[in-house]
């Protein structure tokens, strides 16, 4: 993998933690009513269903990311959980 493509990876796991952060702080009433929310909650599904999130994981699991870069949103089970609860 190009440092082209990690740098994109990055930018992207950022990207869904701040969508991630400000998900997991609201309740599902706000997220409804809020369209920046709601966005964030489209961006997120996308990246954890649309496959860009198994590739920013493998490449966590390579060790090819920066050790102080944020990264729950790689967890396993995080966006997963997230996604279930507000989808309830």
């Given at each position: 993998?190009?440092?082209?493509?990690?740098?994109?990876?990055?930018?992207?796991?950022?990207?869904?933690?701040?969508?991630?952060?400000?998900?997991?702080?609201?309740?599902?009433?706000?997220?409804?009513?809020?369209?920046?929310?709601?966005e964030q909650l489209w961006l997120l599904t996308q990246y954890y269903q649309g496959?860009?999130?198994?590739?920013?994981?493998?490449?966590?699991?390579?060790?090819?990311?920066?050790?102080?870069?944020?990264?729950?949103?790689?967890?396993?089970?995080?966006?997963?959980?997230?996604?279930?609860?507000?989808?309830?």
């Amino acid at each position: 993998m190009e440092l082209f493509d990690i740098n994109q990876a990055i930018e992207r796991i950022i990207l869904m933690e701040r969508c991630f952060d400000a998900l997991q702080n609201a309740d599902a009433a706000a997220i409804k009513a809020d369209d920046s929310l709601k966005e964030q909650l489209w961006l997120l599904t996308q990246y954890y269903q649309g496959g860009k999130w198994i590739l920013d994981y493998e490449l966590d699991e390579k060790g090819l990311l920066p050790c102080d870069l944020k990264r729950g949103v790689l967890s396993q089970d995080a966006v997963f959980d997230l996604l279930d609860k507000i989808n309830k």
